[in-house]
């Protein structure tokens, strides 16, 4: 018998999102909204709602992940999104965040390295009517430059230290959030552009899956 997932998506916004700080009601609303389930594969619908990372694709690099909706609603919420804001969404994956961020900003593009995932998110996303997103194939770190610059950065995953280019594309007055350091060690900042100059703040810690290509290379040592 196949699942409820309207019921399951109240649920999940319930009892893993509001029970964690979360109180936008605009990002509430698009959570209750967003059909979580068609973002991973047909054999893993049942376990969409799970309070759990989920694997969706695994490529030479390492594998991806469908963040879990307590830590990815926090890390929304702390960009502060408006109607107006145009958004780069790094590591879209299949297209879940786009999908939330696209009824929270005026505009999205999601970037994605991993051609079969861009071309899932795509088709998804146009499934869904969610028309003010753009799907964009390419290098995570080095963000989208041709549609820069944006008032809100969302990295999908976390990494060792957020990369100059990413920083670079924010607009004047632009967020970005991330979670820099993996497993226990993770800690949610917020960057924002003021004068020129951006500058982070701790804001939470968080636990979630790397997302590949952001791992800190190491120095040669004699």
Same mark, same amino acid.
């Given at each position: 018998?196949?699942?409820?997932?309207?019921?399951?998506?109240?649920?999940?916004?319930?009892?893993?999102?509001?029970?964690?700080?979360?109180?936008?009601?605009?990002?509430?609303?698009?959570?209750?909204?967003?059909?979580?389930?068609?973002?991973?594969?047909?054999?893993?619908?049942?376990?969409?709602?799970?309070?759990?990372?989920?694997?969706?694709?695994?490529?030479?690099?390492?594998?991806?992940?469908?963040?879990?909706?307590?830590?990815?609603? *926090?890390?929304?919420?702390?960009?502060?999104?408006?109607?107006?804001?145009?958004?780069?969404?790094?590591?879209?994956?299949?297209?879940?965040?786009?999908?939330?961020?696209?009824?929270?900003?005026?505009?999205?593009?999601?970037?994605?390295?991993?051609?079969?995932?861009?071309?899932?998110?795509?088709?998804?996303?146009?499934?869904?009517?969610?028309?003010?997103?753009?799907?964009?194939?390419?290098?995570?770190?080095?963000?989208?430059?041709?549609?820069?610059?944006?008032?809100?950065?969302?990295?999908?995953?976390?990494?060792?230290?957020?990369?100059?280019?990413?920083?670079?594309?924010?607009?004047?007055?632009?967020?970005?959030?991330?979670?820099?350091?993996?497993?226990?060690?993770?800690?949610?900042?917020?960057?924002?552009?003021?004068?020129?100059?951006?500058?982070?703040?701790?804001?939470?810690?968080?636990?979630? *899956?790397?997302?590949?290509?952001?791992?800190?290379?190491?120095?040669?040592?004699?």
């Amino acid at each position: 018998m196949s699942a409820d997932f309207s019921e399951l998506r109240v649920k999940m916004v319930d009892g893993q999102v509001r029970t964690t700080d979360v109180t936008s009601a605009p990002l509430l609303d698009a959570m209750l909204v967003v059909p979580r389930e068609v973002f991973v594969g047909a054999a893993q619908r049942d376990l969409a709602y799970i309070d759990e990372d989920i694997r969706i694709a695994a490529d030479a690099d390492g594998a991806r992940y469908l963040m879990e909706a307590s830590p990815l609603a *926090k890390l929304i919420q702390l960009a502060e999104i408006n109607p107006t804001d145009s958004a780069l969404d790094v590591g879209c994956g299949t297209g879940y965040a786009s999908a939330i961020l696209s009824r929270l900003a005026g505009s999205v593009v999601a970037l994605e390295s991993d051609s079969a995932l861009a071309e899932t998110a795509r088709s998804t996303l146009s499934s869904l009517g969610c028309g003010n997103v753009t799907v964009v194939q390419g290098a995570l770190p080095q963000g989208y430059a041709a549609n820069a610059p944006y008032d809100v950065i969302f990295i999908g995953g976390s990494v060792a230290e957020v990369p100059a280019p990413l920083l670079d594309q924010l607009a004047e007055g632009g967020r970005l959030v991330a979670v820099e350091g993996q497993g226990n060690s993770g800690v949610a900042r917020l960057f924002f552009k003021a004068g020129g100059v951006v500058t982070g703040r701790r804001a939470f810690n968080a636990a979630i *899956k790397p997302l590949p290509g952001f791992e800190r290379i190491r120095a040669f040592e004699f």
